[in-house]
């Protein structure tokens, strides 16, 4: 994980979850099977709230802890009255968008960057 994440997860975690932002902790038989950062957005437009999922991670891949934990972040979201869910991925994470796709994600726009 990038020191970045890292510190903005230690920070969402000392602040707790609230109604803008919660980590989710998924559990069996006591063991975490991992977790999913979710978050409310405003509408840039004034239109209803948005969902964001911020993180997500697991920590043995393939057992459907993953597919458990965006449907508990979109509940999460909904309950919150949000109509849509928004994620971002890298291109060259092919993994990630792949399991996007099979949760029902579409990518909608491209971001271009440049190094400079
Ligand atoms: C991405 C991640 C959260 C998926 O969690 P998971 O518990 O392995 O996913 P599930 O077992 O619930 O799988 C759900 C579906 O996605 C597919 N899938 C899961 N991981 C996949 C991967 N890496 N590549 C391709 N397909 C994948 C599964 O085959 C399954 O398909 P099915 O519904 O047809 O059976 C997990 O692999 C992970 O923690 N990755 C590292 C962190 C990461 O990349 N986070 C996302 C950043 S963009």
Same mark, same amino acid.
Not at 66 to 76: H, T, V
């Given at each position: 994980? *990038?020191? /970045?994440? =890292?510190?903005? +997860?230690?920070?969402?975690? $000392? ?5 803008? !932002?919660?980590?989710? @902790?998924? $559990?069996?038989? /006591?063991?975490?099977? /991992?977790? @999913?950062? @979710?978050?409310? +957005?405003?509408?840039?437009? %004034? %239109? ?6 911020? $993180?997500?991670?697991?920590? *043995? !891949? %393939? ?7 965006? !449907? =508990? =972040? *979109? *509940?999460?979201?909904?309950?919150? /009255?949000?109509? +849509?869910?928004?994620?971002? =991925? ?5 993994? %990630? ?8 994600? $579409? ?5 271009? @960057?440049?190094?400079?």
């Amino acid at each position: 994980m *990038e020191a /970045g994440t =890292a510190r903005q +997860l230690a920070y969402a975690l $000392e602040r707790g979850n609230d109604d803008h !932002s919660a980590i989710l @902790v998924l $559990e069996e038989d /006591g063991r975490r099977q /991992g977790f @999913v950062w @979710v978050k409310m +957005l405003d509408d840039f437009y %004034g %239109g209803p709230p948005m969902g964001k999922i911020s $993180e997500i991670a697991v920590t *043995e !891949s %393939g057992k459907g802890s993953g597919r458990q934990l965006m !449907s =508990a =972040a *979109e *509940e999460w979201a909904k309950k919150r /009255g949000a109509r +849509l869910m928004l994620l971002n =991925a890298l291109e060259t994470n092919a993994s %990630g968008r792949r399991f996007y796709s099979l949760q029902g994600y $579409e990518p909608e726009y491209t971001a271009y @960057v440049k190094r400079l």
